[in-house]
């Protein structure tokens, strides 16, 4: 099928626009002005984004989406917004937008963010927020370089458990940790599969170059669009992309992590075309100031045909959720669980009770709310899951799929971006891209 603006006449195109990619003011929005904004992918979650936008006040002026059977609900919703299937002729043509928010799937996140930032957008950006570990260093570069306003889309970020779990980790009620276990019952969608055989129409609501973006061509597959792209390299992250920027929020920022010195992981059902079917993955963190070293452990998938789990020694004999999270403390231990604050904390001589503890870091209602507030103030460091944030902690997590995928530890340096032990690793970093779609 044909692409709305082929690569070679957008790249003719925009031969200018290319060094007319400038970093431009936000605009100085009045007392009742509103954000104009426009969505890239706007079926499936871009859906509910749009609508939590809108419900917080921001103007939907344009909407794009590859396929529009899968926009369709949308595009029904916002009648007046203009509708586009490629995002790089929607950002030439609107010189309207304020901002956008980016809800594709994993591999077009940074192409689409970057151009959207690069001409002066305020962009929110689904989890991961990046497909590769280059590509979140370049978001957060550029977002620190162009001052626009934007915000990671994990979601419980925002919310009361998370907040609160980072106040009393940080306030010492279980004094300082050096372990963490972290785990999900995802993926819930195929994993450990061969690249999909066979001949299949393109659907005609669908265009199949636009969904590639700058992922290598193959034919049009119903085992890729409009799910299962999730568990396919090319495409996804597999269940640790989708799922650790979630879960391991709380105890990455409550610890202040940084950067991991190793990485290893262990795995079984990978194939070359698509993520395992479980994992186990351990990050190893320097000492942070006066905080100890951490080594933090991620499960994923099913072992045996059971979830993977934290092992006995860590769970305690607890009843553990399909996710959550265990830190370990010098003077206790905490389970954590992102959706609600009635956490089970077994401590002794804790300096404090959970009461007595202050409130430190800002409440707000919700991401979006915290995002296009931050966008009328013109403060990019207010939305507190930013791109100078969450773009090192995407890095963080990516790291253990690169450790996944060459099968070795890790030894890393995060100034470089190398694998000092591995060269081989330089094409996973950062990964080659389809003429048109570079970054």
């Known amino acids: 099928m044909k692409t709305t603006l082929s690569r070679r006449s957008f790249l003719g195109a925009s031969a200018a626009s290319a060094m007319a990619f400038q970093f431009l003011p936000s605009r100085v929005f009045g007392a009742n002005e509103r954000v104009h904004l426009a969505g890239i992918g706007v079926g499936g979650k871009g859906r509910g984004e749009i609508n939590d936008a809108a419900r917080e006040g921001a103007e939907i002026v344009a909407l794009c989406d590859v396929d529009d059977l899968r926009a369709a609900e949308t595009f029904r919703k916002f009648p007046k917004a203009r509708r586009y299937k490629d995002f790089r002729l929607m950002l030439e043509k609107e010189k309207g937008i304020d901002a956008v928010t980016v809800s594709t799937p994993d591999h077009t996140h940074a192409v689409a963010g970057i151009m959207a930032m690069k001409m002066g957008k305020h962009c929110y950006c689904q989890k991961p927020l990046t497909h590769s570990i280059y590509e979140a260093r370049r978001m957060s570069e550029v977002a620190k370089e162009t001052g626009v306003v934007t915000q ?117 059902g990978m194939t070359q075309e698509s993520a395992p079917t479980a994992s186990r993955v351990t990050y190893e963190f320097p000492a942070r100031g006066d905080k100890p070293p951490v080594k933090l452990t991620w499960y994923d998938g099913k072992v045996g045909g059971k979830q993977h789990f934290p092992p006995t020694e860590v769970v305690q004999g607890e009843d553990i959720s399909k996710y959550g999270a265990v830190l370990v403390g010098s003077k206790g231990t905490m389970f954590f669980n992102r959706a609600h604050t009635n956490w089970l904390i077994k401590a002794n001589g804790v300096m404090a009770t959970m009461t007595e503890i202050p409130q430190s870091i800002p409440r707000v209602k919700n991401e979006d709310k915290e995002w296009l507030d931050a966008i009328l103030a013109g403060k990019p460091d207010q939305p507190l899951s930013n791109f100078s944030r969450s773009g090192p902690f995407t890095e963080m997590v990516l790291l253990g799929n690169l450790a996944i995928r060459l099968g070795k530890p890790i030894h890393w340096d995060s100034q470089k971006l190398r694998a000092t032990n591995a060269p081989e690793a330089t094409a996973l970093i950062q990964r080659a891209y389809r003429k048109g779609w570079e970054i």
């Not at 963490?180 to 393109?202: C, D, I, K, L, Y």
Request: glycine share 12%; net charge negative.
């Open 152 to 268: 990671m889309g994990n979601q419980a970020h925002a919310g009361e458990p998370i907040r609160r779990g980072v106040e009393l980790i940080r306030a010492g009620i279980i004094g300082q940790v050096s372990e963490v276990h972290v785990w999900t019952n995802r993926p819930s969608w195929p994993q450990g599969v061969a690249r999909p055989m066979g001949e299949h129409a393109v659907p005609n609501t669908l265009d199949w170059d636009l969904f590639l973006g700058p992922a290598p061509w193959r034919p049009y597959h119903p085992d890729y669009a409009p799910f299962k792209w999730r568990g396919f390299w090319d495409f996804g992250t597999g269940a640790l992309g989708d799922m650790a920027c979630h879960i391991m929020d709380m105890p990455y920022w409550a610890l202040d992590l940084g950067a991991p010195q190793t990485v290893e992981a262990w795995q079984e």
